[in-house]
């Protein structure tokens, strides 16, 4: 059968219009999945759980008066926990972070902090204590 012969007639044509509309529809909700997935992967939501201002006692060449806290990080739109974030510098917003690997056990929660001209020692409620050298988050870093 020539092939010109099946693209004239009517019901060949829907038949074909269908058959893409078949490979189409998959296709767009594998895009639209792989979407949502990568907007989960990189939209977060830090919520502040603790945090503690370096004293008027203490200062820094940077004239600037920091901030050590920790954040809660949970992806945006499914709500999955990302490990806690230790934030020291002119803000929670801005500054040195690092994360805190803490599986099953309840939030890290600030207990005291001590400051001085080498950096900050970071002393949480578990026990576990955290040096941030100075460098680290001077100068806006």
Do not use: K
């Not at 004239?8 to 529809?25: E, H, K, N, T, V």
């Not at 008066?65 to 990302?82: P, T």
């Amino acid at each position: 059968m020539d092939v010109r012969g099946l693209l004239d007639r009517p019901d060949r044509l829907r038949l074909i219009g269908c058959g893409c509309g078949l490979l189409i529809a998959p296709l767009a909700g594998i895009v639209a999945s792989l979407s949502v997935v990568a907007i989960d992967a990189v939209a977060e939501d830090r919520q502040v759980i603790s945090q503690v201002q370096q004293p008027a006692s203490v200062r820094y060449p940077d004239g600037v008066r920091h901030v050590a806290g920790v954040r809660s990080v949970r992806s945006w739109l499914f709500r999955r926990h990302e490990p806690y974030e230790l934030v020291v510098g002119s803000s929670l917003s801005y500054g040195h972070v690092l994360r805190l690997d803490i599986a099953g056990g309840p939030a890290p929660v600030i207990a005291g902090a001590t400051w001085d001209a080498n950096g900050v020692r970071v002393r949480l409620r578990s026990g576990h204590e955290v040096f941030v050298p100075a460098r680290y988050f001077l100068n806006g870093r």
